[in-house]
């Protein structure tokens, strides 16, 4: 199995809510063949877990940016309306293609 996919499948267990592989990956592990190599990994969830999945990637000490408006989000926030999230474990910079 592909080492971030078994990442994500482990930083995932025990959730307790339900997630779901897309993306290029998803694809993969559908086809059971590699087709290219990938820099990130795109995952979704219901949402009604919407918030139940952002306080658990903010509780593991990830960063969250709104993916309207790139502004990063804390736990505070969760009220927040959104279906679209960029999760890094680091501070860096953004930068979009």
Same mark, same amino acid.
């Given at each position: 199995?592909?080492?971030?996919?078994?990442?994500?499948?482990?930083?995932?267990?025990?959730?307790?809510?339900?997630?779901?592989f897309c993306?290029?990956?998803?694809?993969?592990?559908?086809?059971?063949?590699?087709?290219?190599?990938?820099?990130?990994?795109?995952?979704?969830? +219901? *949402? =009604? %877990?919407?918030?139940?999945?952002?306080?658990?990637?903010?509780?593991k000490g990830?960063?969250?940016?709104?993916?309207?408006?790139?502004?990063?989000?804390?736990?505070?926030?969760?009220?927040?309306?959104?279906?679209?999230?960029?999760?890094?474990? +680091? *501070? =860096? %910079?953004?930068?979009?293609?």
């Amino acid at each position: 199995m592909n080492k971030l996919i078994l990442e994500c499948y482990n930083f995932f267990k025990n959730c307790g809510f339900t997630y779901a592989f897309c993306g290029g990956y998803a694809l993969e592990l559908f086809l059971n063949k590699t087709l290219r190599t990938h820099s990130d990994i795109d995952t979704t969830v +219901f *949402e =009604e %877990d919407r918030i139940n999945a952002i306080e658990f990637v903010l509780k593991k000490g990830w960063n969250i940016y709104d993916g309207s408006n790139m502004e990063k989000i804390n736990i505070d926030e969760l009220y927040l309306q959104g279906y679209t999230w960029y999760c890094f474990d +680091f *501070e =860096e %910079d953004i930068w979009f293609l």
